[in-house]
């Protein structure tokens, strides 16, 4: 059944290739653009809790939470540690420096390919 079911995928790709190249529209590049900016947004988002942990220690940030904390107590916690975070500069600096030195190999690499045109 899965061999079946490769050789329709395959057969669908083959005719979309054909069309996609008369309407001006580079399906395999699309395909991957897209995978560039998915590893890219990966490498983010795996990254992101090691980031807020450093950005809570460089802003000595400690929540005033005592006991189980309601989706309400969050808000206010949250609204907190972004207003420490953005008061300081240096903090702040570090953060977009590792946060780029994260996405740039990406956005040169989405460049490179030449996905926006």
């Known amino acids: 059944m899965q061999f079946i079911k490769a050789i329709l995928l395959l057969s669908c790709l ?3 290739r054909e069309n996609h190249v008369k ?3 580079g399906l395999f590049k699309l395909l991957d653009c897209t995978e560039i900016v998915i590893e890219g947004a990966g490498k983010v988002l795996v990254r992101t809790i090691p980031l807020l942990t450093d950005w809570a220690k460089c802003v000595n940030f400690a929540p005033d939470a ?14 907190q540690f972004l207003k420490k975070i953005i008061m300081s500069a240096k903090c702040m600096k570090v953060a977009l ?3 780029k030195g994260y996405v740039e190999p990406h956005v040169k690499e989405f ?6 045109e």
Do not use: Q, S, W, Y
């Open 23 to 25: 309407a001006g529209v």
């Open 97 to 99: 420096k590792t946060v």
């Open 14 to 16: 083959l005719f979309v």
């Open 66 to 79: 005592k006991g189980d904390l309601g989706i309400r107590d969050l808000f206010p916690i949250l609204n």
């Open 111 to 116: 460049m490179d390919e030449k996905c926006l």
